[in-house]
């Protein structure tokens, strides 16, 4: 009982009395997500300041690190913020596919390894379905959100595409390659597991 307490337990951050930003977090977001390269050093860090802000304003959940309780990893939206408590930091940032993802294929390869072992036909068929059954229950986990995500970006270029003010139009830029980051996130993590599965497969016939 006191286990599953502990497991469930949900931390909580205030972050009202704002948060500092390291320049590799500035460099980060500017890569992953589109914030907006303003060209100079400190317009970009009160930029950035502010766009991590309004995340941290709206998190959803605060997960400690293992062998570090200083570093916590704050959800918001689709997007992991790396932050340090006791310098109050934010260090990196990243979309959460590339968790769940980084997941799913650093366990598929322990297994793909374990595969390689001396197996008869019929256990090796039987193996390479169940890879074969992760990729595609992946694939139909993350189809939903992907749809959500092109919904989106469709009605964020409908909004710019009636929009006669410039400044709105770069406001849903912004947003457009945040969202874009987060699908190319999942889609090359999809790719990475269908790999992994499909073209050791395709390797055994050739060699075979």
């Not at 890569?31 to 802000?53: C, I, P, S």
């Amino acid at each position: 009982m006191g286990k599953n307490n502990k497991r469930l337990k949900i931390l909580k951050h205030d972050f009202s009395k704002g948060v500092e930003v390291t320049d590799h977090f500035i460099d980060r977001a500017h890569e992953r997500f589109g914030v907006r390269d303003l060209h100079d050093q400190a317009k970009n860090h009160d930029y950035v300041t502010n766009w991590v802000m309004g995340l941290l304003e709206d998190y959803s959940e605060i997960e400690s690190q293992p062998n570090n309780d200083d570093i916590k990893l704050v959800k918001c939206r689709q997007i992991i913020i790396v932050y340090e408590t006791s310098n109050n930091k934010c260090l990196t940032c990243y979309p959460i596919s590339y968790n769940n993802y980084t997941k799913q294929y650093d366990s598929l390869k322990t297994a793909i390894k374990k595969r390689e072992l001396q197996l008869d036909d019929f256990t090796q068929d039987k193996v390479n379905e169940t890879f074969q059954n992760i990729y595609y229950r992946e694939a139909r986990k993350y189809a939903s959100e992907l749809a959500k995500l092109h919904t989106k970006l469709a009605a964020l270029y409908e909004v710019q595409s009636k929009s006669s003010h410039n400044a709105v139009i770069d406001t849903k830029q912004e947003s457009i390659n945040q969202v874009n980051s987060i699908i190319i996130e999942i889609e090359n993590k999809l790719l990475n597991i269908h790999n992994v599965v499909f073209d050791r497969q395709e390797d055994k016939v050739r060699t075979s």
